[in-house]
C-alpha cells in the first residue's frame, strides 16, 4: 500500500465499547483510503457482528449504515446498545 494512499479518519468508542479498543478517546488513524465503516472495524480489530453491545456508528454526528463509505478527516464515533446521558 502506498502512503500517498492513505487518509486519517478519528474513532471513538463511546461507553461500554471503550474496553473492546485500548483507548477511551478520539484517536486518529492512518487508515486506507475508500473504506467503508465496517472495513475501518476490520482494520482496527473490531469484531462488530459478534459485539452484543455494538449499538450502532456514527460519522460527523450522523447515524450511518455499517457500508457507508468514509473520507480523509471522519469523525467515527461507535456507540453501545444502551446509551445513556
Known sequence: MNKEDDMHVSIYPRGSLEKYFGFEKETALEVPEDL???ALFK???F???SCTSFGFAAVNGKRVCIN???KAG???K????ISGG
Open 43 to 45: 482494520v482496527i480489530g
Open 78 to 81: 461507535i456507540y453501545p446498545r
Open 68 to 70: 457507508s463509505p468514509l
Open 47 to 49: 469484531e462488530w457482528e
Open 36 to 38: 467503508t465503516v465496517e
Open 74 to 76: 471522519d469523525v467515527v
